[in-house]
């Protein structure tokens, strides 16, 4: 079935540093999606990319998804403590009627 | 306001006590589903629902069951549970399989 990798698994940085996490999927996606999880709450919807080749950009947030639509990546510039939290990016593709998530990037930030 | 909403938020059961988790969503979304998150194992499907009455398993549909009688609701059964089934539950939702997901605000299940 669809497998979706990312890592780090985690990731300590000092605030300002910049943060990526990257997202590798064993088959072609149609779409990829990320979702941000702050420490005791519920994941939230950040973004959808659908295109190949896509960026998109939210303030200190860029996300991309590759030409082959099998990977993709989360860069934030100059970290701050409210980015703390886990990153997941969940992934939908072939037959089946399911999002599929990775095991997500745990950031922690270092004031 | 738009939400799913869970209950309870914190459950502690003994072994083979049938419990339910319920959720019900009031966005009118098609399709709605159950995770369970597990420390380094991120989030794992446990059974999905495209609509009423259609429902299919995840990726770990072993020991639950769910029914989907109306759209709203979606509710997640444990008939025996067993302590290897202590997680947090998010039941989330959307208007589609692949469009944006709303969650629940959780359930944390200790089964003892």
């Known amino acids: 079935g669809q497998q979706v990798m990312q890592i780090p698994q985690y990731q300590h940085v000092q605030e300002g540093e910049d943060f990526t996490t990257y997202c590798n999927s064993s088959?072609?996606?149609?779409?990829i999606q990320w979702y941000k999880q702050r420490p005791g709450g519920h994941p939230v919807f950040l973004i959808q990319?659908?295109?190949?080749?896509e960026v998109k950009k939210q303030k200190r947030l860029t996300f991309q998804f590759g030409e082959a639509k099998k990977n993709s990546s989360l860069h934030i510039t100059a970290t701050q403590t409210t980015d703390v939290g886990t990153y997941f990016c969940a992934g939908s593709g072939g037959s089946n009627y399911k999002l599929t998530f990775g095991k997500g990037t745990l950031l922690t930030v270092n004031p | 306001e738009a939400q799913v909403t869970q209950n309870p938020r914190y459950l502690i059961t003994v072994t083979g006590k049938k419990l339910t988790v319920t959720c019900s969503q009031n966005?009118?979304?098609?399709?709605m589903s159950w995770y369970r998150q597990d420390p380094g194992l991120g989030l794992r499907q446990i059974y999905y629902s495209m609509n009423v009455e259609v429902t299919d398993k995840g990726d770990v549909p072993e020991g639950y069951k769910v029914s989907r009688k109306e759209k709203r609701n979606f509710p997640l059964i444990l008939e025996s549970p067993s302590p290897n089934q202590t997680s947090l539950y998010f039941c989330a939702s959307s208007q589609d399989w692949n469009t944006e997901a709303f969650f629940g605000q959780g359930t944390r299940l200790t089964v003892v």
């Open positions: 990319l659908v295109k190949s080749g």
């Open positions: 966005m009118n979304h098609e399709y």
């Open positions: 088959t072609t996606l149609s779409n």
